[in-house]
T-cell receptor
Framework: KQEVTQIPAALSVPEGENLVLNCSFT??????LQWFRQDPGKGLTSLLL?????REQTSGRLNASLDKSSGRSTLYIAASQPGDSATYLC???????????FGTGTSLTVIP | NAGVMQNPRHLVRRRGQEARLRCSPM?????VYWYRQLPEEGLKFMVY????????ESGMPKERFSAEFPKEGPSILRIQQVVRGDSAAYFC?????????????????FGSGTRLTVV
C-alpha cells in the first residue's frame, strides 16, 4: 500500500526566506503527484501537478520537482510571504488506483 | 466555471440522525471522489463514482455510509445513524478523466468541504 510522508510537519520562517518542503512515497509506480494548499477551515487549492514522466513544474514563486525512482518530491517556495502561511499537502496517484494518497502535510508559518 | 460545489458548508447532527452531503462536480467532469479528513489526520479516500456507477468504494466504512452519483443532480454522501466519530471534514473532488488513464495533465479539483459535527 502506498504511504506518503511529509517532512517537516511544521515549519516557521521569516518573511523573504526561500524554503523547501519534502514529500516521499513508498511505491514509485505513480501516475502523477500533486501539491495542494489548505488554509484553516477551508478546502484544498491545487498548486502544481507533475506527471510521472515529468521532472518538475513551476508556477510563479513555486517550483515542484519529482524524482520518481527515489520516491521523492520537493516543493520550493521562493521569497516567502505571510500569505503563504498554510498547510501544504502532497498527494500521489498510483497507476492502477482510483485514488490519491495524501501525506499529513507541512504546516507553514511565514513571520512578517 | 464555479468549480466543485459542496453543500452545506457546515452541518450539525445529533447522534442517530442522518447526514446528507452534496457535491456538484465541475462542468464537464464526470468523475467524483469523496475524501474524509478526521481531526489531526490526513485526507483518506472513501469512494470513487462515475455517473450512476460506484467504481471503487474500498475506503467506505462497511456500515451506515453510502454514496451515489445519479444521472441528474449532485453526488450524495449519506451517513445514517451518525455517531461522534463521524465528525470530520468531508471533501469532494472531481476530474474530467480518472487517474491512471494517460489522458494528459489532468488532476483533481477539490471543493471547500462539508464540516460535519455530531453532538
Amino acid at each position: 500500500k502506498q504511504e506518503v510522508t511529509q517532512i517537516p510537519a511544521a515549519l516557521s520562517v521569516p518573511e523573504g526566506e526561500n524554503l523547501v518542503l519534502n514529500c516521499s512515497f513508498t511505491d514509485s509506480a505513480i501516475y502523477n503527484l500533486q501539491w495542494f494548499r489548505q488554509d484553516p477551515g477551508k478546502g484544498l487549492t491545487s498548486l502544481l501537478l507533475i506527471q510521472s514522466s515529468q521532472r518538475e513544474q513551476t508556477s510563479g514563486r513555486l517550483n515542484a520537482s519529482l524524482d520518481k525512482s527515489s520516491g521523492r518530491s520537493t516543493l520550493y517556495i521562493a521569497a516567502s510571504q505571510p500569505g503563504d502561511s498554510a498547510t501544504y499537502l502532497c498527494a500521489v496517484t498510483s497507476n492502477t488506483g482510483n485514488q490519491f494518497y495524501f501525506g499529513t502535510g507541512t504546516s507553514l508559518t511565514v513571520i512578517p | 466555471n464555479a468549480g466543485v460545489m459542496q453543500n452545506p458548508r457546515h452541518l450539525v447532527r445529533r447522534r442517530g440522525q442522518e447526514a446528507r452531503l452534496r457535491c456538484s462536480p465541475m462542468k464537464g467532469h464526470s468523475h467524483v471522489y469523496w475524501y474524509r479528513q478526521l481531526p489531526e489526520e490526513g485526507l483518506k479516500f472513501m469512494v470513487y463514482l462515475q455517473k450512476e456507477n460506484i467504481i471503487d468504494e474500498s475506503g467506505m466504512p462497511k456500515e451506515r455510509f453510502s454514496a451515489e452519483f445519479p444521472k441528474e443532480g449532485p453526488s450524495i454522501l449519506r451517513i445514517q445513524q451518525v455517531v461522534r466519530g463521524d465528525s470530520a471534514a468531508y471533501f469532494c473532488a472531481s476530474s474530467q478523466f480518472p487517474p491512471g488513464q494517460g489522458r494528459g495533465n489532468y488532476g483533481y479539483t477539490f471543493g471547500s468541504g462539508t464540516r460535519l459535527t455530531v453532538v
